[in-house]
């Protein structure tokens, strides 16, 4: 199997990526880092406009991921999803979980959620 895919430990204010390439039996390391997204210092804005913004930001970032080289996307294969200890921040992850939902769907490569482990 050859292609790229591109492992996630999904956050809001920042998204940890790495993306893989495949080749055969071969597996390298392409890039990592985080997107970060920051909360507008703005009075004027509301938070759930921000919120959107940042969650435009996170899907162009990992459209950027899979699309950035000719080498065709495997899948995403994600952090298995964890309640954070407040609502607000489980929301605002429940967001880019929500992006990654949407962006497997509509570029047709599969999400993968490992098991937990306890």
């Known amino acids: 199997m050859t292609g790229k895919l591109v492992c996630l430990d999904p956050g809001f204010a920042s998204v940890g990526y790495a993306v893989l390439l495949c080749e055969g039996d071969t597996v390298t390391l392409s890039r990592f880092g985080l997107c970060r997204t920051k909360k507008s210092t703005d009075s004027e804005v509301y938070a759930s406009d921000d919120n959107l913004r940042r969650a435009v930001e996170v899907s162009a970032a990992l459209s950027a991921l899979v699309t950035e080289s000719s080498a065709p996307a495997l899948g995403f294969c994600v ?21 990654l939902a949407c962006l497997s769907e509509s570029l047709a490569i599969p999400l993968w959620q490992p098991p937990r482990w306890r």
């Open 79 to 99: 952090e298995a999803f964890s309640f954070p200890r407040n609502a607000s921040n489980a929301a605002k992850v429940a967001l880019t979980w929500g992006v």
